[in-house]
């Protein structure tokens, strides 16, 4: 019985402490953030214009110097949002794999 005891405690404090609803809370909402982060990391991706030229490069067709600028202007802010949403779902994963610990818990 010690043995079961000490495992379930390695991931969380005892269910009977105070502290286990704000574990949980503070799981709640890094699990909440983490998704949010991801959905929107998801959607930019697929939004994003491929790199290749495809088929319009056997075409021979060509773009005007607004047609290139308003495309790469659009196409560098998703490809910021893209990285900023993978970085902060990094962050959360690292944090919320630190919150974790045992030790942080115990008082």
């Known amino acids: 019985m010690n043995l079961i005891s000490f495992v379930s405690n390695l991931l969380a404090p005892m269910k009977g402490d105070s502290l286990y609803t704000v574990y949980q809370t503070i799981n709640i909402i890094f699990i909440s953030l983490m ?38 202007s659009l196409e560098s802010k998703l490809k ?16 919320f794999f630190i919150l974790q610990i045992t030790a942080i818990w115990e008082g």
Do not use: H
């Open 35 to 72: 998704g949010i982060a991801a959905l929107a990391a998801i959607v930019l991706i697929m939004i994003q214009p491929g790199n290749s030229r495809g088929i319009d490069a056997l075409g021979g067709s060509s773009e005007t110097f607004y047609g290139k600028n308003k495309g790469k």
């Open 80 to 95: 910021l949002w893209t990285a900023i949403c993978l970085i902060v779902l990094g962050v959360l994963a690292v944090l």
